[in-house]
């Protein structure tokens, strides 16, 4: 059974900087994309950023591109979200998602997705 569980969430000031973790068990790791995806309350739920299994290619929301870094520890089982240059619109709660059976490839739509952790809260003050 797959588990996600995210960490590294919580209240920082705009321009600051956070670190999300989301550490995988029950998977062959080295075998998922994965994917970070976010909800603000009263939005639906959208694209962050993802990565290949391979680490060989990552995908950004325009939103996001040149503030935030996807990367993956397959040793670790575990992949992390580097958010820098952190605005008020970035708040939000922040999902990680794994797909089985990837193609060595990133994917970007939330159906593309399998198992989902249950979320850490990012918020952001102005």
């Known amino acids: 059974q797959v588990q996600l569980v995210e960490s590294g969430g919580g209240l920082v000031q705009a321009g600051g900087s956070l670190r999300l973790t989301c550490a995988a068990s029950?998977?062959?790791?080295?075998?998922?994309?994965l994917g970070w995806f976010r909800q603000a309350p009263g939005k639906e739920r959208e694209f962050v950023a993802a990565?290949?299994?391979?680490?060989?290619?990552?995908d950004y929301a325009d939103s996001v591109k040149g503030r935030f870094t996807i990367s993956r520890d397959n040793a670790k089982n575990t992949v992390y979200l580097q958010m820098n240059s952190l605005k008020p619109e970035d708040t939000a709660v922040y999902y990680c998602?794994?797909?089985?059976?990837?193609?060595?490839?990133?994917?970007?739509?939330?159906?593309?997705?399998?198992?989902w952790g249950q979320g850490t809260q990012v918020s952001v003050s102005s």
């Open positions: 998602a794994v797909r089985a059976f990837a193609a060595d490839r990133t994917y970007a739509k939330r159906d593309e997705y399998g198992d």
């Open positions: 029950g998977v062959r790791f080295s075998f998922y994309a």
């Open positions: 990565i290949s299994r391979s680490a060989s290619s990552t």
